[in-house]
């Protein structure tokens, strides 16, 4: 067991639970997520390593299964546990109650039983003020202080009660736990970011998301459930906090049972409200404001069981975990509108799936492969070096790569597809100097570091992606934390490789800095893709035909391939149609602009750098890029059967060769803090 500790997260994938694993990151504690996404997604959790540049522990298990659970618990040092896991659809409650009591109270049950058989003693829990019923009935009760007696008045606030009290009978059989129970009020809003929110899987319960849905077309107009209340405009009066707030509110509970003497147990519940009630109209003015759409309503009788004004009364969480919302519902519409503009359709992502790439018989997440179909064009891409792993044009296959994960990981792997970074192709004597101080890095290459080292971008894992579907093209973005020290390059770097996809192209783009964290202050930088394309269905590339966008290359030493500094012309002229066949051999930097030599080319038009086809068929590639060079590769030494030599070509986009240690070159590649690398690269089909 490793001695870092975790604390589980129940229900981790879904709203509150994501949010609350985002911010328990940034509050410094390491999470593990359980969830048996029957209520969410996992690419909540995706998102949410996307979002905090971090790797988080997931575990798609149900519940109420004792051995799987109790599996995590031996395996980890457990410190506690927030449990948001259940059902929680009030009008369903009513439909399937046995569902609701299974799910919500064996799963916790469970859960307790656990975590006492492991010693682990320490948890939160998701309540809701539904345990409270209809505050109304009683005089002085309103906005709601934690004493008002419980009185739920549907299945799910039955459980929420039933939980309740079991984790106080637990506490009291054995005054060494500490549960400290969190009776939400409204939680609404999503993630400022706009990378995690509600993600309703069916109708949407609540007033905001159902809102959302409105100003989004997905559906026709709300219901208003009366109009007649005593309030300033007679729709009933509700709490709504911000569930980023809510999500704070956990840190505070735990970090107010992580401050207690070690042998005092706690039993406490907790509202987590604003204390301002907000009517329907509030709610409705407010997000007409944040979406500038006007959003159309119809008044309905009154529905059963609903009330005046259900306001919490939040002081005792104020007092004792020194917690309060500081968010406004305007910003939790704000943040809602954008969540719902950038996601639609909340985690579903049309032309998209994805599937374990590696086939271990536990699912690891962080090893997928990711496909985007459009009717000519299938592209997958996976999390390891963010490669492209398949290209099929037309039915057509169009790169190298493999099918079996394994493959990848191979010494003999010449970068099939993969991102090429943090600095592509080759560093003179794996060295360089910035103002004045040597750097020397992992030698790969006869005594030169080739793209990158040992440990480079190709062999890591990117975070992510962020896959979203637009109306004609769908983009899948992923994200690195490149150590400071790594293969010996200081600084961490953080890059985003962002693909783009339609029906008949490949974009790429990067964009990489040095993180406002690094220790160090400057580095080098090169980045590109490593796809080995073949147009026809033979194994070798002889017989492709390739017009390049200039005869200008870096000469470079024979034996070194390492640029002397001077730019020659070709013989041959390239820019005019070349047959490939076995005794023409390619791995040369053309240069296709000598003069700009901008860190962040992506301001510029993306120029045609090559063009290929192959008289067995009828598909042309094109390549553009906005960058100042292109390595053209004819994978000469490729040695990995039964790949064999030539089974494909490259035109690596970048920068010049070694840029680095050439004084007038350097800076495409020298980045300091704060400023930003940046190139696009783009395939096209036809
Ligand atoms: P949610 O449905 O988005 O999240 C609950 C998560 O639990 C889902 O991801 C679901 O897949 C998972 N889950 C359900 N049963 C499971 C099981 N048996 N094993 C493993 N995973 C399981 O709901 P939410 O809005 O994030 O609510 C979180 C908690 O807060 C719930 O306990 C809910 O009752 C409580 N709560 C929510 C609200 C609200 O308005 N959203 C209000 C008060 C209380």
Known sequence: MSSKSYIVVTGGAGYIGSHTVVELIYHGYNVIAIDNLCNSSYEAIARIEFLVRKSVLFYNIDLRDEKQLSHIFSSYNVQGVLHFSALKAVGESTKIPLDYYDNNIYGSITLLRVMNKHNIKTIVFSSSATVYGDATRFENMIPIPENCPNEPTNPYGKTKYVIENLIKDLQKSDPTWRGAILRYFNPIGAHPSGLIGEDPLNVPNNLLPFLAQVAIGRREKLYVFGNDYESHDGTPIRDYIHVVDLAKGHIAALEYMNSLESDVGLYREWNLGTGKGSTVFDIVNAFSQA???????????????????????????????????????????????????????????????????????????????????????????????????????????????FQEFQAYTSDSNPLFGSTVGRYANRISNGSFQIEGKTYELDKNQSGSTLHGGNNAYNRQYFLGPVSKHYQDYNTLEFILLDEDGNNGFPAEVETLVKYTVNNNSIEIEYQSSITENSPNDATAISLTNHSYWNLSSNKTIDGTVFRLASDKYLKTDPKTQLPSGEIISSNEPLTKSVKLSPDVSFDNCFVVDESDFSLDTRKRELKQIAEVSHPSNSIKLSVTSTDPAFQFYTGDNISMDPIKPRAGFCVEAGRYVNAINHASWSKQVLVHKGEVYGSKLKFTFS
């Open 291 to 401: 979406s500038g759409k006007e959003l159309p309503y119809e008044i309905v009788g009154r529905r059963d069981g609903d009330v005046l004004n259900l306001t919490a009364d939040p002081s005792r969480a104020k007092k004792e975990l020194n917690w309060i919302a500081t968010m406004t519902v305007e910003q939790a519409c704000r943040d809602l509108w954008k969540w719902t503009t950038e996601n639609p359709f909340g985690f579903r992502v049309d032309n998209y799936h994805w599937k374990v790439f590696n086939k271990s018989q536990t699912v690891d997440y962080k090893n997928r492969l990711h496909t985007v179909k459009f009717p000519d064009l299938q592209v997958s891409f996976a999390n390891y070096g963010a490669l492209i792993q398949d290209v099929q044009y037309k039915g057509q296959p169009l790169v190298v790569g």
